[in-house]
């Protein structure tokens, strides 16, 4: 996977997880998940009283580009 580059105890994922691969470090990917959503990468268009960024869909497009 292009620009993919995670290191450290998560770097052995190799960007799997996906179709046909989704039991694949499950431990290892909940933890990195967990890690993601630690720092507020994770559900950033969620509301804040749900745990997400509280990040308008717009103001996510707009920062993409």
């Known amino acids: 996977?292009?620009?993919?580059?995670?290191?450290?105890?998560?770097?052995?994922?190799?960007?799997?997880?996906?179709?046909?691969t989704r039991t694949f470090g499950f431990e290892t990917r909940l933890a990195w998940e967990q890690v993601l959503a630690a720092d507020g990468w994770t559900g950033i268009g969620w509301p804040v009283e749900y745990g997400g960024g509280g990040?308008?869909?717009?103001?996510?497009?707009?920062?993409e580009e």
């Open 1 to 20: 996977m292009a620009g993919l580059h995670v290191v450290g105890e998560f770097a052995a994922l190799g960007g799997r997880g996906g179709s046909g």
């Open 55 to 63: 990040v308008s869909r717009p103001r996510v497009i707009f920062n």
